[in-house]
């Protein structure tokens, strides 16, 4: 188990996003990892505004991109026609960040990747 097991990030998202086929609205969100008895890693995403909440199981794990540094958690979104995706999301202390399935790209579409911080934050 990595650190985003035994911790709880916060963001700000400030934009409305997808994960899977959920529309979540902006606002203040909190992120945990749930460890299944499989070891494969389950985030909540948690709405503090709202309440909602959804549970992510992501697809893979890769490398984190480019300039993010240790210690700086971070979630990354896929946007294109002002619809966003969660793409990516990074504990700022493992080796790999974790990819979510996101909408399928048309044949000229392309997506802007944009980067929301995340911080260590207090369990609700």
């Not at 996003?17 to 494969?40: C, E, W």
């Amino acid at each position: 188990a990595g650190v985003a097991s035994a911790q709880t990030l916060t963001a700000q998202i400030p934009f409305e996003f997808r994960v899977g086929n959920r529309v979540m609205t902006p606002g203040t969100y909190q992120i945990d990892s749930l460890r299944a008895v499989t070891n494969t890693p389950v985030f909540r995403l948690w709405n503090v505004d709202s309440g909602g909440s959804i549970a992510l199981l992501p697809q893979a794990p890769v490398e984190p991109q480019k300039g993010w540094e240790e210690g700086n958690p971070k979630l990354l979104f896929a946007c294109t026609s002002g619809s966003c995706a969660l793409a990516e999301l990074w504990s700022g202390s493992e080796s790999h960040a974790y990819t979510f399935h996101g909408p399928k790209l048309g044949k000229d579409e392309t997506a802007v990747l944009r980067e929301i911080p995340m911080q260590p934050g207090k369990a609700e």
